[in-house]
């Protein structure tokens, strides 16, 4: 069950899968993923930053972008991911496994 | 007298309790619950993943398993770390029977009503088992990195209990 949910959620965000690649430029701006809340909940970044997210909950969480265009997957505790934004515009993302957890992330030219 | 408001809940919860003895639990005690409540919502998951056919109910028991196996199996680490055993305890053994118990009514039952009686019964689970954990086991255990476990245990629990509660008011059960 969890793996076709999640299978069909990869499916849903191949552009994201594109987008996650790992870029070497510019370090990363991280998120922290602490006591279920994204920290900080909003981030503003350039186009062709990434964001970098790390779990610090026991509990497994993602941060999946509202319409699914991109998606982390399962990050454990201690687990992180990164995702590249190339073009300027808002995100709202929550993690998939705890809706209530939701986040902003707003990407300038 | 400790576990007295656990046991008084779960009796409301129509499992059985015995009455407990005024004895505190010790921290090995105090784990060996905590594990076991843990696998208790994970056997409770796995049934309404057999049964239930609703969205919401069956993303919810992906969740409890989801994030309990995550909980015991950072308690398995820890139990290996500090090289101890837990001990089994008329709490935990009291938890199993009830949870047995709660498990038969819910086989015989199917649809919503099977939705309804899951959900109710995760909303008053989590909120015995976190108002025990964090009224009695954070306060009595002794060991620091155990006390660490259950108070960041007990943040994933409160999570579940609000999310069972959203559950059970979006199932409008009568
Ligand atoms: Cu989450």
């Given at each position: 069950m969890q793996l076709t949910r999640r299978r069909l959620i990869s499916a849903g965000g191949l552009a994201a899968a594109a987008a996650a690649l790992p870029a070497a430029a510019a370090p990363a701006v991280r998120v922290r993923i602490r006591k279920f809340a994204f920290d900080p909940d909003t981030v503003s970044i350039k186009a062709g930053e990434r964001i970098e997210w790390v779990n610090e909950d026991f509990a497994p969480h993602t941060a999946t972008e509202a319409d699914h265009s991109w998606d982390t997957g399962e990050m454990g505790k201690g687990g992180t991911a990164s995702v590249l934004f190339e073009t300027p515009g808002t995100h709202s993302y929550y993690c998939v496994?705890?809706?209530?957890?939701k986040a902003r992330i707003v990407v300038t030219a | 007298m400790t576990f007295r408001l656990l046991s008084a809940a779960v009796l409301a919860g129509a499992m059985v309790l015995p009455a407990h003895a005024a004895e505190p639990m010790n921290d090995l005690e105090i784990a060996h619950t905590a594990y076991t409540a843990g696998q208790l919502d994970i056997r409770y998951a796995h049934l309404a993943l057999a049964v239930s056919e609703n969205a919401d109910v069956r993303s919810f028991a992906e969740t409890m398993i989801r994030d309990h196996s995550a909980v015991n199996s950072a308690a398995v680490d820890l139990i290996t770390e500090l090289n101890v055993t837990p001990q089994d305890n008329d709490l935990s053994r009291a938890l199993v029977q009830g949870a047995a118990d709660k498990r038969a009514e819910l086989m015989g039952l199917s649809g919503s009503a099977f939705d309804c009686a899951y959900a109710q019964n995760e909303l008053g689970y989590h909120q015995v088992v976190n108002k025990t954990v964090e009224d009695s086991f954070i306060p009595a255990v002794t060991v620091a990195p155990l006390k660490e476990l259950l108070t960041d245990a007990l943040a994933t629990f409160k999570v579940h209990e609000g999310h069972a509660e959203q559950m059970v008011s979006n199932l409008q059960c009568s």
């Open positions: 496994y705890h809706p209530h957890m | -």
